[in-house]
Nanobody, 127 residues
Framework: QVQLVESGGGLVHPGGSLRLSCAAS????????MGWFRQAPGKEREFVAA????????YYADSVRGRFTISRGSAKNTVSLQMNSLKPEDTAVYYC????????????????????WGQGTQVTVSS
């Protein structure tokens, strides 16, 4: 069983930055993709960014491209999401997700395409 634990959420002013981290553990952990999603109140969970574990290719939603960066963390089996120039519309619960099988030459961008999920961390952007 795979466990994903997010950390790093909080309250930040518009234009500020936050860094989220996700630590994966479990004897069966094997990831082809790590992803970040977010869900605002009353809205569906939406794709933010993904990292192909082998090779490190990254993918972003249009709404965050150029402001957010997904990367491997310094510790084993960790992934980070650096969020800069934050806007009030970035306010949401952010979830880390893992996919244990390949996706060909494409990348998984829907929640149903991921196997394991963290519990989420709240990010609030407000003045």
């Amino acid at each position: 069983q795979v466990q994903l634990v997010e950390s790093g959420g909080g309250l930040v002013h518009p234009g500020g930055s936050l860094r989220l981290s996700c630590a994966a553990s479990g004897r069966t952990f094997r990831s082809y993709f790590m992803g970040w999603f977010r869900q605002a109140p009353g809205k569906e969970r939406e794709f933010v960014a993904a990292l192909r574990w082998s090779g490190g290719t990254t993918y972003y939603a249009d709404s965050v491209r150029g402001r957010f960066t997904i990367s491997r963390g310094s510790a084993k089996n960790t992934v980070s999401l650096q969020m800069n120039s934050l806007k009030p519309e970035d306010t949401a619960v952010y979830y880390c997700a893992s996919r244990s099988t390949d996706y060909g030459r494409y990348y998984p961008s829907s929640p149903g395409q991921y196997d394991s999920w963290g519990q989420g961390t709240q990010v609030t952007v407000s003045s």
